[in-house]
């Protein structure tokens, strides 16, 4: 089957350099909106188009004809400490690799169009996973890690539909294309190793689909759920050795490769509820399947070693909850402002899984907003979150695959900036 060229439009939405920001590498910054709340009462708050993503059901909530785009820009720092790394060869001494952080721009835009007074259709388009981190050439871990970068896209055509006053539920479905580009040092055993660069670029597309509804329990109440599902991906590209040793034995020889990752699902539980005019209260519970990526195996598919596993990344994820409170406050016709907070868990479980290309911990976000509106139809939308990262440890012994052992710890710290334009017409 013909698959739709994604990649450049994926390069466009994730940015020249792409981070993740929720817990591991998962994108929760599909609006503006929503950040100056911590994203609280993501599946129940409908007030523009970008409801799509996060519950589709929202759409009976909009006017006829709305659209939304927005901008978020995420400044990330992952700075390591060496504390004794042990087997790391001939790159003993190479370095702590700098800051495996960066800047990244994360795009995305929303259509809803109401066919009559119950029914609506919406398209959106969203990258709902990223992650790079890049160090320095050489470092002490570069045989783990060099450069891990991953963007996606996703098209997700939805419908809506308001079956009574208080009840209306929607679906849509996701079509996600996946780039993927990973480099190391070929081991750490001696210079020639150290000096020899293996790097498997690969992509994919793979379907994927959501469900959502929303419920109005009182005048002043109202909930929200929705479920988006995993996507399995089935990456497929070139594994490419390049420097001293390229070509010298089969596993360093340029080739054909694969890798197959299960993206996890997501669910959503959502509150609103309004105290008075000027103020309403939000809270989120979510919960994601990072179980499913477990173990990522890069295997062959051409030359001697078609059909080995020349590299497992051991992930082993566990499960994950966000819990998120926020307020927003009526100033006037024309402005509100927006508060929030929110505890983030980490799928990584401890340090000797913690991997170099995913330095993840834990985190709170400390979020504030704002959201003016000229006239009845635009709003434009501002908000900025500081995520609060406990210190990481690693312990990551790949001594035995002659990667060396990467004992340390990670300082890191993220700020998100971001601005939403919405308009109904």
């Known amino acids: 089957m013909h698959k739709l060229n994604l990649k450049p439009l994926a390069l466009l939405m994730a940015g020249l350099s ?22 609280a009462g ?21 006017k006829p004809r709305e659209v939304s785009v927005g901008l978020n820009t995420v400044i990330t720092s992952f700075d390591f400490t060496n504390s004794g790394s ?32 119950d029914l609506y259709l919406g398209f959106g388009v969203s990258a709902p996973f990223g992650l790079k981190t890049e160090y320095d050439n050489p470092w002490l871990g570069g045989a783990q890690a060099l450069l ?85 991906q089935k990456l497929e590209g070139t594994l490419a050795v390049s420097g001293t040793l390229a070509g010298l034995a089969p596993a360093l020889t340029t080739g054909s490769a694969k890798a197959d990752i299960e993206l996890p699902d997501t669910f959503i539980f959502s509150v609103k509820q309004d105290l008075n005019k000027d103020w309403q209260m939000l809270a989120d519970i ?16 051409s030359g001697a070693l078609s059909g080995a596993t020349v ?4 992930a082993h994820f566990r499960d994950t909850w966000r819990f998120a409170l926020g307020a927003t406050q009526r100033y006037n016709d024309s402005w509100k402002i927006k508060y929030g907070v929110a505890f983030d868990q980490s799928p990584v479980r401890d340090a000797a899984h913690r991997l170099v290309s995913l330095p993840d911990n834990n985190r709170v976000w400390l979020s504030l907003g704002a959201q003016w509106k000229p006239d009845n139809s635009s709003a434009l939308d501002f908000g900025l979150s500081y995520l609060v990262i406990g210190d990481s440890d690693i312990s990551n012994n790949q001594a035995a695959s002659g990667r060396g052992w990467v004992i340390g710890n990670y300082e890191s710290s993220v700020i998100i900036l971001g601005a939403q334009y919405s308009l109904a017409f």
């Open 18 to 39: 792409c981070n993740a920001f929720a817990s591991g590498f998962q994108l929760l910054e599909q609006n503006a909106s929503g950040l100056g709340n911590a994203y």
């Open 42 to 62: 993501s599946a129940v708050v409908a007030e523009n188009a970008s409801t799509i993503f996060f519950n589709p059901a929202g759409m009976t909530q909009l």
């Open 86 to 117: 042990l087997g790391t060869g001939a790159l003993a001494g190479a370095g702590n690799g700098g800051d495996a952080g960066g800047v990244a721009l994360i795009p995305n835009g929303y259509l809803s169009y109401a066919l009559n007074k």
């Open 148 to 232: 891990f970068d991953i963007k996606t896209i996703n098209l997700n055509p939805s419908v809506a539909y308001r079956v009574n006053d208080s009840i209306s539920l929607g679906a849509g479905l996701d079509y996600m294309y996946m780039d993927a580009e990973y480099q190391r040092l070929a081991a750490v055993l001696d210079a020639n190793y150290a000096s020899t660069l293996v790097k498997l670029t690969a992509d994919d597309t793979a379907l994927g689909w959501n469900i959502g509804g929303l419920f109005k329990v009182s005048d002043n109440t109202s909930i929200g759920l929705s479920y988006r599902s995993k996507v399995k």
């Open 286 to 301: 979510s919960w994601t399947g990072w179980s499913s990526v477990d173990q990522v195996n890069i295997v062959r598919t």
């Open 311 to 314: 590299q497992t990344l051991d």
